[in-house]
């Protein structure tokens, strides 16, 4: 009976809430007059468990040296909104970027439904929009997945993640 206790002790002090995420970077928003200053991509992992989130990642063909790095929280998937943490960043064009840091309860709840994004900025990329701020790269943190190629249809339904949280 005591062998089968201390395993069982074990499984009841993982956090419940321990998670694994990822992030594709890429250049955001592009219009006519950024596409010359904003390029480059990179990808970033997480993981949560339960109080604190570590992230690594790497980025790749800045056009002009990275100069700091972010996650914010949107008020919806794909909206961008306020700066929450800071992440370390390479000062280069290409580098990595990593944090180890507690999370509020309401920042847990957004990395759960999908509203964090990481924003990487740079020397040559403009200083803002009127409706938020013009990062070099920006990547939304989502549940982590299989990443398939190139025009090959992504299955299952990570892309949104709200669909698997039941209460918010």
Same mark, same amino acid.
């Given at each position: 009976?005591?062998?089968?206790?201390?395993?069982?002790? =074990?499984?009841?002090?993982?956090?419940?809430?321990?998670?694994?995420?990822?992030?594709?970077?890429?250049?955001?928003?592009? @219009?006519?007059?950024? #596409?010359?200053?904003?390029?480059?991509?990179?990808? =970033?992992?997480?993981?949560?468990?339960? #109080?604190?989130?570590?992230?690594?990642?790497?980025?790749?063909?800045?056009?002009?040296?990275?100069? $700091?790095?972010?996650?914010?929280?949107?008020?919806?998937?794909?909206?961008?909104?306020?700066?929450?943490?800071?992440?370390?960043?390479? #000062?280069?064009?290409?580098?990595?970027?990593?944090?180890?840091?507690?999370?509020?309860?309401?920042?847990?709840? =957004?990395?759960?439904?999908?509203?964090?994004?990481?924003?990487?900025?740079? $020397?040559?990329?403009?200083?803002?929009? $009127?409706?938020?701020?013009?990062?070099?790269?920006?990547?939304?943190?989502?549940?982590?997945?299989?990443?398939?190629?190139?025009?090959?249809?992504?299955? @299952?339904?990570?892309?949104?993640?709200?669909?698997?949280?039941?209460?918010?």
């Amino acid at each position: 009976m005591l062998r089968l206790a201390i395993p069982l002790l =074990a499984l009841l002090t993982v956090p419940a809430l321990a998670a694994d995420y990822q992030a594709n970077l890429g250049p955001m928003p592009l @219009d006519d007059e950024t #596409k010359a200053v904003i390029a480059g991509r990179g990808e =970033a992992t997480a993981s949560y468990d339960g #109080k604190i989130l570590t992230l690594k990642g790497s980025f790749r063909g800045l056009p002009s040296n990275a100069t $700091e790095a972010h996650i914010f929280l949107g008020p919806a998937i794909g909206v961008p909104g306020k700066q929450v943490l800071d992440l370390d960043v390479s #000062k280069s064009t290409n580098g990595t970027i990593s944090a180890s840091t507690p999370l509020t309860s309401a920042q847990a709840a =957004a990395l759960r439904t999908g509203r964090l994004y990481i924003q990487i900025n740079s $020397e040559k990329a403009p200083p803002g929009y $009127e409706w938020g701020p013009k990062g070099t790269l920006w990547g939304w943190i989502f549940p982590a997945h299989e990443t398939v190629g190139q025009d090959v249809p992504q299955q @299952d339904h990570w892309f949104i993640p709200q669909l698997d949280t039941p209460s918010r």
